[in-house]
């Protein structure tokens, strides 16, 4: 790569004289379609470095000989705020999310930093402020403390890279592109997304995203943007309009403007062979079948489709916004039991076993090698269809079977899921346990093709949920309550684990790490090595045959997903950040329920770890 070079310069703006770094990342190469299909395994172009959302690394420097020598190579500060990213590296670049609203080029030996880009965050009267086409600025001195709360809690979970520009869905919901060699912005695109916490994908020189959504229909969609204008391409819309296929209206003919279904978490996956984009979106709102239906919780069908795109699979082709298919997993959601996170594209023998899989489809022959995409539900569950069409193959309860999982049962012929009436809060005041709760969410699986299997991280919970009641007989309205709290049955000191499922059979080998919760990603690499992190600030190296802690060191906050692997002249490194995300309070007291945790996550300790080998002298 090219000498990365930091130039010093001073800039005047109205609160005063601000130092800046303003950089060049020197002898850029643009970054190809090519590149994004196949990429150097030095690199790590976008969320889950591949297309197809595997996580896994083809670099073998770090090993199960090797791992236990890992020591920090360096780390860097990057302020505070909520911290969901999963950093981009290309070429010895690391471009990363930082709370405020921001991106920083930072050199990817070292930490040093090349340029930072700030988005201007909103002033008063609710527009942008007049550095709106601002470029490159750093040290977020005064644009930081003037940034709004919502700012601080920008969360977007990815970045994209293509030909010479990084792409980020600001939180001021617009599409950005953002020079990648000086940090300067190239191009803007207004979306009402109201939020963009997920991120981006490009697909064939198009920008995908999607987003949060309130407002109804209107503001629930995935876009395309013309990766080199901006120019909006397409939209397709996540909740099913009057009169829109697949047929009759699911959802009773609610309100339009209360039809809503996000896409908040990761972005989707991409098959370039069939040319399509698998997304997954999220649960319907409000969260109870009651409230969105009029009071009736029984308006809409126990079994898909319900409320779609809800809870659904969708395939896209890229290049139109068009439906090819779809597959909802759960039907007409009662709980907020979001089934949107990634889709891991994979191609197996599919012999799924009675032993360790409820639910197989008879007609498929076994043994077939198929492609396939599989999905693990925020409200547990693992799903497997084919990618041509999304037929569906098999599912399992996930991380356990009980009865009071979200699905009663599954056509396996037909694949049509049944939602499991009997929790259902159909009366006001009514009180169920529902089961998994956030078992897992946008921190991702990983999937290592020597060994054919995804490595699942798993929180033993389930949700105590209690709907609202209005006052009567002298007694007040009570609002409804939403309280994790672990599985009937689950051994309160090992609510924790990484799972280990064959994605020929179905056999899943549980990796108990104890009652501390996690929200950080899992990376598996060609060194046998599996990476994960928990909350208690312990980020750990596996054996990837039997999950044996090979290498263990204790960070300075709590993981908070992000772990990736690059290279840079020949040397391997692993990076984790440490930092707030909103999700670690509410898992640490609600998963735990009775149990005392000794854990008090550090607030404000956002960092950047990265780890190495020693270098030879």
Known sequence: ?????????????????????????????????????????????????????????????????????????????????????????????????????????????????????????????????????????????????????????????????????????????????????????????????????????????????????????????????????????????????????????????????????????????????????????????????????????????????????????????????????????????????DINEERTLIRTAVSPDPKFVKWINPGIQRGQVRDISINVGEGGGIWALDRDNGQFLWAEPFPFDTANFIISDIDVKTGIAHINNELIVAKPGERHTVCSFNTRSWWPTAYHPGKNSLYIPYIDNCLDETSAAPASDGKPATPERRVGTPRPGADPNNLNGLAKVNMSSGEIQRWVLGKVPSTGAVLATAGDVVFFGDLNRRFRAFDADNGKVLWETILGGTISSSTITYAVNGRQYIAVIAGDNLAAPGLIAGTMGPVKVDITPPRGANSVYVFALPQKR
Request: proline residues 7%; aromatic residues 10%.
């Open 1 to 337: 790569m090219g000498k990365l070079r930091t130039f010093v310069v001073v800039f005047t703006i109205a609160a005063g004289l601000v130092p800046a770094l303003v950089g060049q990342v020197k002898n850029f190469v643009p970054v190809t379609d090519q590149m994004l299909a196949n990429p150097s395994p030095d690199d790590w172009l976008m969320f889950s470095r591949t297309y197809d959302a595997q996580r896994f690394s083809p670099l073998n420097q770090v090993n199960k000989q090797t791992v236990n020598q890992l020591g920090l190579a360096w780390s860097r500060g990057i302020g505070q705020g909520t911290t969901e990213t999963i950093p981009t590296v290309y070429k010895g670049v690391m471009y990363v999310n930082v709370p405020g609203g921001a991106i920083d080029a930072l050199d990817a030996t070292n930490g040093d930093l090349i340029w930072e880009y700030q988005r201007p965050a909103p002033n008063a009267g609710g527009g942008r402020g007049d550095a709106a086409a601002a470029g490159a600025r750093g040290g977020r001195g005064g644009a930081q403390q003037s940034a709004s709360a919502a700012y601080s809690q920008a969360r977007s979970k990815t970045l994209a890279i293509y030909d010479d520009m990084i792409f980020y869905t600001a939180p001021d919901s617009y599409v950005i592109a953002i020079d990648a060699r000086t940090g300067k912005l190239r191009w803007e695109s207004k979306v009402d997304q109201r939020g963009h916490t997920s991120g981006p994908i490009v697909v064939d020189g198009k920008v995908l995203s999607g987003g949060t959504c309130n407002g109804g229909r209107v503001n629930c969609y995935i876009s395309a943007h013309d990766a080199k204008t901006g120019k909006e391409l397409w939209r397709f819309y996540t909740t099913q309009a009057p009169g829109e296929p697949p047929g009759p209206d699911t959802w009773a003919g609610a309100p339009v403007d209360r039809r809503t279904a996000s896409t908040w978490a990761l972005p989707g996956s991409y098959d370039p062979v069939r040319k399509l984009v698998y997304w997954g979106i999220a649960n319907p709102t409000p969260n109870t079948r009651a409230a969105r239906h009029g009071g009736d919780a029984f308006a809409i069908p126990l079994t898909a489709p319900a409320d779609l795109y809800s809870n659904s699979t969708v395939a896209l082709d890229p290049a139109t916004g068009k439906l090819k298919w779809y597959y909802q997993h759960l039907p007409g959601d009662d709980w907020d039991e």
